[in-house]
């Protein structure tokens, strides 16, 4: 299994720019989790859908934030208008959630490095 | 109340030495306490895990000690190995469908030679 797959892992980008981080979860989970990690603010959960559907976004900082899962396999968040104090490593995980709400691991990606200038 | 408190910031160890970092949290519907391991550059990945309804878990070098009463648990890493040198971050989650985590701050953990 290729695990969690992230793209791109760097990005630099201005001030003003519009900023879209891609995911591709782990093949049959079902629930996808965006994670920022900060050395001010440590590792928050931004938002986490459930087959993809999104549960609970209350983490997305502002209006600029906004996700989307269009199927299984693929999600983006995207940052706009981005600003300086975005910068920050954003990770994407999955799990498979069973019906009975059992605990499963979730598995991270390697994180993307977003620099905003 | 949904935050996960975890001490020390930073830890040296000696190889072959014990590790020890705590954490305590005060929701008391945290049920499930995980902690992960992350090396640098890479995304943190499950180490071991907890629910409360034992006091201590064991997998091979690494303990979870868990207190209920004190909603507190700590990791114990046993002859601690330069390889284990990376940041741990101890988290807690409500038993729900969401598997919604609350991560403590994280320890950096260096294990001399």
């Known amino acids: 299994d290729a695990g969690v797959i992230q793209s791109p892992r760097h990005e630099v980008t201005e001030m003003g720019q519009e900023v879209t981080l891609r995911c591709k979860p782990i093949?049959?989970?079902?629930?996808l989790f965006w994670y920022r990690q900060t050395m001010m603010r440590g590792l928050e959960l931004l938002i986490y859908f459930n087959n993809n559907v999104p549960i609970d976004d209350s983490g997305m900082p502002e209006d600029r934030f906004s996700a989307k899962m269009p199927n299984a396999s693929f999600s983006t968040l995207k940052i706009q208008p981005s600003e300086p104090r975005d910068s920050a490593v954003y990770f994407c995980?999955?799990?498979?959630?069973?019906?009975?709400?059992?605990?499963?691991?979730?598995?991270f990606g390697p994180g993307t490095r977003l620099t905003v200038l | 109340q949904q935050q996960v408190k975890q001490s020390p910031q930073s830890l040296i160890v000696q190889k072959g030495g014990i590790s020890i970092i705590n954490c305590a949290y005060e929701?008391?519907?945290?049920?499930?306490f995980p902690w992960y391991q992350q090396f640098p550059g890479k995304g943190p990945a499950l180490l071991i895990a907890?629910?409360?309804?034992?006091s201590e878990k064991k997998e091979g070098r690494f303990t979870i000690s868990f207190n209920k009463s004190a909603k507190q648990f700590s990791l114990h890493i046993m002859d601690s190995q330069p390889g284990d040198s990376a940041t741990y971050f101890c988290a807690a989650s409500p038993y729900n469908y969401g598997q919604n985590f609350v991560f403590g701050p994280g320890t950096r953990l260096s294990v001399l030679p």
């Open positions: 093949s049959g989970h079902n629930s």
């Open positions: 929701n008391t519907a945290f049920d499930y």
């Open positions: 907890i629910r409360p309804d034992v």
């Open positions: 995980a999955s799990s498979l959630i069973s019906t009975s709400g059992h605990y499963n691991e979730q598995f």
